[in-house]
């Protein structure tokens, strides 16, 4: 009969969508566990490249809390340092582009604490990538001997712009002249 068939297409329909949202939900799932272990196996190697040369990175003193943070260079490091390209692509050039990009989306920023009284220091290391609009982090630590880490530098200070009253005249009478 028709009321049959309307209540067999409506428990279809259910069905069907219930399907959909379990495929949808495990392919954010599959996506979240691929960038986790993209990130695990980032923080790994770059805490080993730390921890084998400590020389090569900046060790910059924050006075307020005691800790070293360990840069790269002049990186702003509110933004945190990129992570070179791997050595080894696929040679497809969509599967490369593909590899390339995923490591775009991750940075590092490391520091370092030593307990009082210990002849170590803590290395951490955290990742950072932005997934379906939130950042997300993952931290991993390790020993560093102390007399291994180089003498720590003070922080560098990046020079504002400021903006004079002279110059806030000379763009006042610019855009006169250009009105004129």
């Known amino acids: ?14 069905a069907i969508s219930i399907f959909v949202s379990l495929y949808s939900g495990s392919l954010g799932l599959a996506q979240a566990g691929k960038n986790r272990s993209i990130a695990a196996t980032l923080a790994e190697g770059q805490l080993n490249t730390i921890l084998n040369n400590p020389q090569d ?37 969509d599967a490369r582009d593909r590899q390339v990009n995923e490591y775009d989306d991750f940075r590092w920023t490391a520091f370092s604490n030593r307990p009082s009284d210990a002849n ?14 939130r950042e997300d982090v993952l931290a991993l630590s390790s020993a560093l001997q102390a007399s291994r880490v180089p003498e720590p530098v003070a922080p560098t200070v990046k020079e504002e712009e400021e903006t004079t009253e002279s110059d806030d005249a ?3 009478t610019t855009s006169e002249e250009a009105t004129a």
């Open 57 to 93: 990175f900046l060790w910059e003193t924050n006075e307020t809390d005691g800790t070293l943070a360990i840069r790269l260079g002049e990186d702003d490091p509110a933004a945190g340092n990129n992570f070179d390209t791997p050595s080894t692509l696929p040679l497809e050039t």
């Open 170 to 172: 000379t763009v006042e």
């Open 120 to 133: 170590y220091v803590e290395v951490t290391i955290v990742i950072h990538w932005t997934e379906s609009g």
């Open 1 to 14: 009969t028709l009321m049959e068939v309307v209540v067999a297409v409506a428990v279809l329909g259910v």
